[in-house]
């Protein structure tokens, strides 16, 4: 992103539209006679002449009222179409310049900047990897704020950076005041299919800055150029280091001199950090920083500063914790859970292989059906009649690095205070199967999708968010204050993901960034154990 300098507008200064107004606006007028006896001509000659410059003259202020009634209404519409929705109004949004400001920066203070894109997990990559950037080169770090819903996805340095002023709210501020019934005007299409707040609505963004060092700014994700000016940061062209990326895997960022990236390696270039530190530019502006190896980091200091980054930020919002520790409580506080993704994607592709390795895992593996009963219950269970073999199921070696102490035992008996969807198995070998299963999942209807029909027929207690639609109420009332937009609907896989995190045990579809944050960080932290650091 470059800043344009202030442009001189001196050339424009003599050009005054009075002159070219005034122009043709001067009337001939005959000179006054001085002959004798003109006065009795002048008399009559004006006496002749009246009749005529009288209806001109009722005619000038004709056209001169109806101009100004013209503009006068023309105002008036204008106030009308403006305010069109006030009288049904809910409050005026805030704008997100209006969040508390700090004390100004320095004068000499460095930033660091950056754009945001895709969904919510890719979003808390790309910024745990600028907070420990910025924590590297000692800059001040601009925070966008989190969009939730519809997502702006990657594209070049240039496109993406015309996608996020193209794509901001600034001049829809009318678009919530529509009110129900009224079609919305065309500009406001689209306009309640994402939101964004602020980083700190849900996460501790300001321990982990005290926490690291880092010092932040957040906003609403216009372009750091247009923020800065607004709040007269000069930051010219020269004082800009841009790193424009027009592949979403260009740049690396190495913390070591002497360490080089794997041939194999997805990254083109690699940016030493150190080198990147010594850069005189205020302003360093980077495209995508999204990837969980986009730090290659081998230095330890390095290292603690990313686990801490990644340990804060665990979910914390004020309105979804005590929903979420209802519905761990209707679960009956212990219970298992699994992640299955089948939405998107490649996640569309292999969701059927996925199905069947999360189910084989929760069986064998959580549930401790040994490897002949799992089989069994598989084939006796499965539409298909071909036998089949069991799913190479491959090792979490991250996790396997950063062992925990071991898990109480299940219990033998659980009290869920939801009815549960089956009877329970009562043949002692499948007894372990009444464990309550809840199941975050991104299928808008696990109950109806045949991908989780095995689910259903093996755990009678199986359990998605959406039967606990009664204890999603306190949620209803939640209003974005910067656009006026409902925010329970964009919270849902928050929410999803910190039930899910107080399970006994997980298991998480693998590639899936929001089931390796779940079982990484959400998990572990609830548990009290070490998170796992990937890249």
Not at 121 to 141: S, Y
Not at 207 to 236: C, P, R, T
Request: hydrophobic letters at 40%.
């Amino acid at each position: 992103m470059t800043i344009m300098k202030g442009q001189n507008f001196d050339a424009y200064t003599f050009q005054s539209p009075s002159v070219t107004l005034e122009k043709g606006a001067y009337r001939m007028r005959a000179p006054h006679s001085t002959r004798p006896g003109s006065s009795l001509s002048q008399s009559l000659m004006t006496a002749k002449q009246s009749p005529s410059h009288s209806p001109n003259r009722k005619l000038a202020i004709l056209v001169a009222v109806l101009a100004f009634a013209s503009v006068t209404c023309f105002f008036f519409a204008y106030h009308l179409f403006t305010t069109r929705f006030a009288p049904h109004a809910q409050p005026h949004p805030h704008r997100a310049d209006a969040l508390p400001k700090a004390n100004p920066p320095a004068p000499d203070t460095k930033y660091l900047s950056y754009f945001t894109h895709s969904g919510l997990h890719n979003q808390r990559i790309a910024l745990e990897n600028a907070l420990v950037l910025a924590k590297a080169l000692n800059r001040t770090l601009l925070v966008p704020f989190l969009r939730l819903g519809k997502p702006i996805r990657y594209v070049s340095f240039e496109k993406l950076r015309r996608f996020l002023v193209l794509g901001s709210k600034t001049g829809l501020e009318h678009c919530p005041l529509v009110p129900v019934g009224i079609p919305a005007p065309d500009e406001c299409s689209g306009y309640e299919e994402w939101t964004s707040i602020p980083w700190d609505h849900l996460v501790d963004l300001q321990g982990i800055g005290e926490k690291i060092g880092v010092q932040m700014i957040q906003w609403d994700g216009s372009l750091a150029a247009e923020y800065m000016k607004k709040f007269h940061i000069n930051i010219f062209d020269a004082d800009t280091l841009t790193l424009q990326d027009s592949e979403p895997y260009d740049f690396r960022f190495l913390d070591t001199l002497d360490d080089v990236s794997p041939t194999r390696d997805k990254y083109l270039y690699s940016i030493y950090i150190p080198t990147l530190a010594q850069a005189p530019e205020r302003l360093v502006q980077i495209g995508t920083l999204f990837g969980s190896s986009r730090l290659r980091l081998r230095q330890n200091v390095s290292k603690s500063v990313r686990k801490d980054v990644r340990s804060g930020m665990a979910f914390t919002n004020p309105h979804l914790s005590p929903v979420a520790d209802t519905i761990y409580e209707a679960l009956g506080t212990v219970y298992i859970g699994a992640h299955l993704r089948v939405g998107d994607g490649q996640f569309e592709q292999r969701s059927p292989d996925n199905a069947r390795t999360i189910w084989w895992k929760l069986v064998h593996l959580v549930c401790g059906l040994d490897l002949e009963e799992t089989l069994a219950l598989e084939q006796q269970l499965s539409p298909f009649d071909e036998d089949l073999d069991p799913p190479f199921i491959q090792p979490d070696v991250p996790s396997l690095r950063v062992p925990h102490p071991p898990l109480p035992p299940l219990p033998h008996t659980f009290k869920p205070k939801i009815r549960c969807r089956a009877p329970l198995h009562t043949s002692a070998p499948l007894q372990k199967l009444n464990t309550p299963l809840y199941i975050a999942t991104d299928s808008p209807n696990p109950a109806a999708d045949p991908l989780f029909s095995i689910y259903l027929q093996t755990f009678p207690c199986i359990f998605f968010l959406y039967d606990f639609t009664s204890r999603l109420t306190p949620l209803d009332a939640l209003i974005n204050p910067y656009d006026q937009v409902l925010l329970k609907g964009f919270l849902m896989p928050v929410l999803d993901a910190m039930v899910l995190a107080r399970a006994r045990e997980i298991v998480v579809t693998d590639g899936s960034t929001f089931g390796a944050f779940v079982k990484d960080v959400l998990w572990r932290r609830h548990w009290g154990f070490e998170i796992v650091q990937r890249g």
